[in-house]
Every structure is written in structure tokens, then in C-alpha cells.
């Protein structure tokens, strides 16, 4: 038994600059600012040592990485810079990363001008080979998955109800975000390994299919959290807008709470695949017959289509007393119709991904269940064709990079 960590089996290495062998007693009396920079080091001896840099794996690093460097412009390598292990971080070599819509949003420029060169991705889930020396959520060797944030206050009235997502002081978002700790700005998942604060990692459960895992940072949460605030029950009727990475999954997620599905969807090519994923009813966006035919039904709505479009004859298919919870579409919206949301008493709500205590959630509640997404695995140099092919709704249901291919050892 280690007096260090308690574990058995590991084999602890001082950092590059350290010299000699580990005196964790020395880091810590050294100060905040060392034990920050020098933290305690453990690597496995067994898998994450061969896949690891373990003298380079608590320090400041260059790593590579996929960037866009315009809004027009193809994903070329370069290299960006991840801080070193501080006592409460964990680095993450990455082993997939999701693509998500919001990447080609961010990109596009869609949201705000982005701090090019992005390297977009907040579905990622990879070996944690580092650990500092308070961590205590994570062993080297384990799995973590990082979603859509990365830092937040920790002290608001938000972080402090799990809803770091929502940040008086500003959610710390995973790529193309002011970095509070290292300065410039945040770099997602197209990269071969992160470092992040423990708090922000998700424990993923050995034995899972990792990559089909993957999509659930993102995808999964940001379809769970509003099933769960307006407590999707079961035999309840609820409408899925989309049927793109985060519609496939709500359908999964509604279909294991025993709801009724509608999907809504512009492609005729995904009605009868809607139906095989487990929804009652899929109807055209175009077909304004069967939408009216709809009329007053659903008791709730979950709009994840990326862009505008018209959410009134949709709005229209719900109950007295329904909500619309528009989950995808961040831009500017079209307008509503006063006197049909008034005579309803209908809700429009939006929503945006969930705490990380909920993301833990649903992939606890995934994990049990066996339900992960429907991927296409592609390699990094293949990411310029996944996104032409999002942005033509040509992708059955999420694009996941194998981030290991062509890496070095
Ligand atoms: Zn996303
Ligand atoms: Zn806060």
C-alpha cells in the first residue's frame, strides 16, 4: 500500500524539472504556486504507462490539435498548449470527441466572432494519466468524459444548485471560452489530450461502449436535463423536433421513460427511421395536414433543430398547459403567436445542457440502461467531410473522431 495514495500497484513519478524521487511534502510546503505547478504524480503501471508521456504528463505541454482558422477555412494540425496538472485538475489523453452542430456554429461565426484559430469539441471522453494531489473523484487509468463546460465560479447561486451551466459570474465553456485559469481561450476536444479541473470531469463506467458514450456530453444531457425539469412521466405524449444527434437521443432517452413519441423532421428519408428508434408517429415540417392533425396533444415539446424555422404549428400541438423547450436553435427565433400561446397557456422554454451532477446523471442513467448513440467513427483528417455532411442532415446520428488515430504512441 502506497503511503502517498492509499493505492496499490502505482508507480509515482516526480515531474520533468522535479529531479530525484517524489517528496510530496516538499511540493506541498512549497507553497500554493508549487503544489499548484508540481503536484503530486501517479501513473499506472499497467495501460495508461504505455500510452502516456508520464514525464511530460503533469507539466505544461504542447499538444496537437484540429483548428479551424476561418469561417471558411478546412481543419489543418497545429499545436496548442494545455496547463500543467494543478492539485485538484486531471489530464485527459482524448480518445474521442464528438461533433456537434455548435462546433459549426461557432465556427461559421454564427454566435459571435470566434478566437480563431477554434478547436471546437465538447463531447469528449478519453484516459485520465495524470492526477494532482487532492483529486480524489479519478484514478490514472480510469475513464472521463468533459462536456460542454470547464469551469465555472463555484460560488454563485447557480453552481451552488448544480446549474454551473447557467453562471452569474460566466460558465467557462469548453472550446472558443475566455480561460480564466490560463489565459487566452479555451480549446475543445479536436486535440489529442486536456487538462481539467476534477470538478468538470464525468466519471464514465468501465465496460461501456466508449465511443457511442461519447455524444451523451453533449447530445444526451442537453435532452435529458429538460425531461427532467418538466418531469417527462411515462405514457405522457411528447413531440421531438429534429432528428439529428441531440433528436436521436431524446427519442432513446423519451422511449426508456415510457413517453409517446411524435418526431418532427424535414428529411422523409428519417420518418421510418424515427419509427425504428422507437417513435409512435413521425410527420414532415412540410406537412401542415398532419401537423394540424395534431392539434392540442403533446404535453411536451423538445425543439433540438439547429436553426430557426417556424415553431408555431408545432407550439399549436400541445395540450393546455404545455411547454416548448427549445434546446437547439440559439440564434434569433420567429415569431410567436400571442393569442394561441394565451390560449393554451403554453410555454416556450429554453434550455441549455445541464449541471455537471446531471451529467453524471445521465450517463449513470445510460450506462444502466444500455442506450448510447447511434455513431459514424471517423478520423481526424475525415472531419472537413463529417461537417459537409451535418450541415446536408447527411449523418445517422453523430459523428464521433477516433482522436488516437494516427497519433503518436
Ligand atoms: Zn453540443
Ligand atoms: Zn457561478
Not at 126 to 133: L, N
Not at 318 to 340: H, I, P
Request: aromatic share 6%; glycine share 12%.
Amino acid at each position: 500500500m502506497c503511503e502517498f495514495c492509499g493505492n496499490l500497484g502505482l508507480t509515482h513519478l516526480s515531474r520533468p524539472s522535479g529531479g530525484g524521487s517524489l517528496d510530496r511534502r516538499r511540493l506541498i510546503l512549497g507553497g500554493a504556486a508549487a503544489a499548484a505547478a508540481a503536484p503530486f504524480v501517479a501513473v499506472s503501471t499497467t495501460g495508461a504507462m504505455a500510452q502516456s508521456d508520464p514525464a511530460g504528463a503533469m507539466g505544461p505541454s504542447k499538444v496537437r490539435a484540429f483548428a479551424a482558422s476561418s469561417a471558411e477555412s478546412r481543419f489543418a494540425p497545429i499545436e496548442i498548449d494545455r496547463r500543467a496538472v494543478g492539485a485538484s485538475d486531471i489530464r485527459i489523453d482524448i480518445l474521442y470527441a464528438g461533433i456537434c452542430h455548435s462546433d459549426i456554429h461557432t465556427v461559421k461565426g454564427d454566435w459571435g466572432k470566434p478566437n480563431y484559430p477554434t478547436v471546437p469539441g465538447h463531447e469528449i471522453i478519453g484516459r485520465v494519466v495524470a492526477i494532482g494531489a487532492d483529486v480524489t473523484k479519478f484514478k490514472v487509468g480510469d475513464f472521463a468524459g468533459v462536456g460542454c463546460m470547464v469551469a465555472s465560479c463555484g460560488e454563485c447561486e447557480n453552481c451552488l444548485a448544480d446549474r454551473e451551466q447557467n453562471c452569474l459570474k460566466g460558465t467557462t465553456f469548453t472550446y472558443d471560452s475566455p480561460d480564466k485559469i490560463s489565459g487566452g481561450v479555451t480549446y475543445g476536444g479536436y486535440s489529442d489530450a486536456i487538462v481539467v479541473s476534477e470538478k468538470f470531469g464525468i466519471r464514465i463506467p468501465p465496460g461501456v461502449d466508449l465511443a457511442a458514450f461519447t455524444p451523451l456530453l453533449c447530445a444526451g444531457i442537453t435532452t435529458y436535463s429538460p425531461m427532467q425539469h418538466w418531469q417527462l412521466r411515462r405514457g405522457q405524449n411528447v413531440g421531438v423536433v429534429g432528428l439529428g444527434g441531440l433528436g436521436h437521443m431524446a427519442v432513446k432517452l423519451a422511449v426508456s421513460r415510457g413517453a409517446e413519441i411524435t418526431v418532427f423532421t424535414t428529411s422523409p428519408g428519417k420518418i421510418d427511421d424515427a419509427k425504428r428508434l422507437g417513435a409512435k408517429n413521425a410527420v414532415l415540417l412540410s406537412d401542415a395536414g398532419a401537423i394540424g392533425s395534431l392539434f392540442g396533444s403533446l404535453d411536451l415539446v423538445i425543439s433540438t433543430a439547429p436553426e430557426a424555422y417556424q415553431m408555431m404549428p408545432v407550439i399549436n400541438a400541445l395540450k393546455l398547459d404545455g411547454t416548448f423547450v427549445n434546446v437547439g436553435a440559439l440564434g434569433q427565433l420567429e415569431s410567436l403567436n400571442g393569442m394561441m400561446m394565451a390560449f393554451g397557456r403554453k410555454s416556450f422554454a429554453g434550455s441549455m445542457i445541464g449541471g455537471i451532477a446531471e451529467t453524471q446523471e445521465v450517463i449513470d442513467y445510460c450506462a444502466a440502461r444500455n442506450i448510447k448513440a447511434d455513431i459514424e467513427l471517423i478520423t481526424p483528417d475525415q472531419i472537413d467531410r463529417a461537417w459537409d455532411r451535418v450541415m446536408a442532415k447527411d449523418v445517422r446520428y453523430r459523428f464521433v473522431i477516433d482522436m488516437s488515430a494516427g497519433r503518436k504512441a
